[in-house]
């Protein structure tokens, strides 16, 4: 089943091609396989999911780029026709001359509507080439005003016009210090609405990404592109094809039906984070050797401590014990920063991937009370190495992540509305003060829920 995506704003659309572009250079990477058989089966599956095929024999992403300024989409369908391994449809692109100035109001409000009939008209044309549709992915920004604004009416449309079809908003956290004086009105904004009609939230934070980009990659004058391909190696390693269920003799076809199966079992917890090891550079690369059950330590450590990469984890964080009474143990919980999961989702690809153990994952002080392991639990694997990495081992969780980011923004956004600190540039496009205030309520009930794990 295919995956189509929808890149939108400037973010969206730059990350859309390196994820693009690195599915397609694993596509052509024969590294880590026991047979043929299995690598024609592998590639099969990779292209029914991201790509449709011209005449030519070239892929051509399954998407559709939609921005408010020609400039970056100009590029992304310049770089990756110059690639010469893949392409864009010239035909699948929305650009106009009049960008959204940072602002989700004129977006959401002025772009969406007006723009709405010709974008959705685009989708459907993709839709129609695919044989059977999984779902969307959408890829946005929640700081500016394109990414977010206008990315959260089109996921709205996206909801009404195929409310049979899965809906992924991969969203990236803006930088705690700020790219826009605006962008914690944008994301509570965004983020509240995306909630309504979204079936999962995959969230990366701008700031963990950099920090990945320096400590682990050891780049010194980090770009966007950089941090983009970064995020496009994280996102490769979930959506690229593994085998879904134990003993299964064919890939997976339902990527995004698996992806919810696995992590939202309740329609009121739907925030994903992930995590990925090893990284490092090319060069370190070279010189490194890992071991699966090194590997899976450390992956466990992040996530029971919250540790958004393999360096600097807090290895004093550890599940509290099974026979404390339940009172002490949510206030162990909260005292050690321990992080509860909903449901987590344990990809591996590489070599003897058929021999990891991966028990230390089923252990049910890691979960909610609500839900059995067997249920909270999932793997997918595959023996085939992924962008070079012999072993690699990626995190799919829904957990406590993001309450601090999440509260730490909307009390940002709420003491700028509170002194009604540019407000008026929201409501001159539509936005009413009660909007702002329902968004608000709408997160604060997303963060309460979330606490009570």
Known sequence: MSVMAVQLGQCGNQ????LFDVICSDLHNGSGLYCNRENESYQAACKERFF????SGVPVARAVLVDMEPKVISQTLSM???????????????????GSGNNWANGYCVHGPKHKEAIMELVQREVEKCDRLSGFLTIMSLAGGTGSGLGTYVTQCLREEY????LLNQVIWPYATGEVIVQNYNSVLTLSHLYQSSDALLVHENDTIHKICAQLMNIKQISFQDINKVLAHQLGSVFQPTYSTEGASCYSRSPLGDLMESL???VEFKVLGLRNIPQMSENSLAYSSFTWPGLLKHLKQMLIANAKMEEGIDWQVHSPSSWVPAAQKVSAIKELNFNTSVANLVVLRGKDVHTVGVDAFKDPLLYTSWLSPADAFSIWTTPRIFN???KSATL???????????????KKAWNMFASKAYVHQYTKFGIEEEDFLNSFTALEQVISIYLSL
Do not use: C, M
């Open 388 to 390: 070079k990495y012999e």
């Open 163 to 166: 409310p049979n079809s899965f």
């Open 15 to 18: 990350i859309g091609y390196e």
């Open 52 to 55: 449709s095929e011209e005449a």
């Open 264 to 266: 939202v079992p309740h």
């Open 80 to 98: 990756a026709e110059k690639s010469s391994r893949w392409k864009y449809d010239h035909q699948s692109q929305f650009s106009q001359k009049q």
């Open 396 to 410: 799919v969780s829904n957990s406590q992540f993001l309450l601090k980011p999440l509260d730490t923004i909307v």
